[in-house]
Structures are given as C-alpha cells and as structure tokens.
C-alpha cells in the first residue's frame, strides 16, 4: 500500500495537495502534517513525502536531514521526496538531500501528476524487486533443506 505524508503549515496548501494525491493516486493513503515538528514526531513511514521548505519553526530542509539520518540507520530503502514551495533560492541545498523532485508554486498540476505518477511507478517497481528477491530466497532455503535430507 502506497503511503504519502505531506507536510506544509499553509492548511489552505495542505488541503489542496492533499485532494489532488487521493485524485491521482485514491488507492494511495495520505497523511497531512501542519508542520516540521509534528512530522518527525510521528511514528508513519511513507513512499512518498511532499515537503514544504519554508515553514514555522522547522523548516522542510532540516526536516527531511533529519528523517534522512533516522532512516539511513534502520533501513536502506528512503521515500521519495518532492520539495513544493514558493522558494526557488533553496533548490540547491535541497539537492544536496538528493530528493526526487523540487516544485516551485503555484503547482501546475500537470507536472504534479506526471511527478506523482512517477514517483509511485519507483515505489511499485521496488516492491516488485523485494518480492522476487524473498522468493529467490524462499526457493533457495527449500532447495537446501531438500540438500540435507538426502
């Protein structure tokens, strides 16, 4: 199941792009968060984060270091970050987090789809990958215990 956390203190931007995800992706979960703070304090995990980088108290920047330096050490898989603001002065250190995308508003919600979807299809491709590599291994581990028992 494909999850999606945004995260933007503007509730006016929250709501909208949270009505355009359930639009492209209505199979996708989508979970809003009103600022830094509360998104890392929250125990969801997500394939997809839309990130404002502008925002009260901690900004999406800091916020995405730090969800980076949490994931890295729990699991090689991190979400794919799309950076949505007004800002286009932040592109390069947002780059320098290596996210998937960086959108300036207002949103051209063509692009947005095309972003999305492309984002989700990396995500569906990745779990196709996992599950045939825990098949392979499965096979593997009857294939040895048919081994010993001859």
Request: aromatic share 10%; hydrophobic share 40%; charged share 30%.
């Amino acid at each position: 199941m494909l999850r999606i956390g945004i995260c933007d203190d503007d509730p006016h931007m929250l709501n909208y792009l949270s009505a355009l995800c359930t639009k492209i992706l209505p199979e996708a979960v989508v979970t809003e968060y009103r600022g830094g703070m509360e998104f890392l304090s929250s125990t969801g995990s997500f394939e997809i984060i839309l990130m404002d980088v502008r925002m009260e108290g901690l900004d999406g920047l800091n916020v995405i270091k730090q969800l980076q330096n949490r994931i890295s050490k729990k699991t090689p898989n991190s979400p794919a970050v799309i950076f949505i603001t007004a800002y286009d002065e932040y592109v390069f250190e947002a780059l320098d987090l290596f996210p998937f995308h960086y959108l300036l508003k207002p949103l051209d919600e063509e692009k947005f789809e095309m972003i999305l979807k492309r984002a989700a299809e990396r995500y569906e491709k990745k779990e196709k990958e996992d599950q045939k590599a825990d098949d392979l291994l499965q096979k593997a581990a009857e294939f040895r215990k048919q081994g010993d028992t001859s």
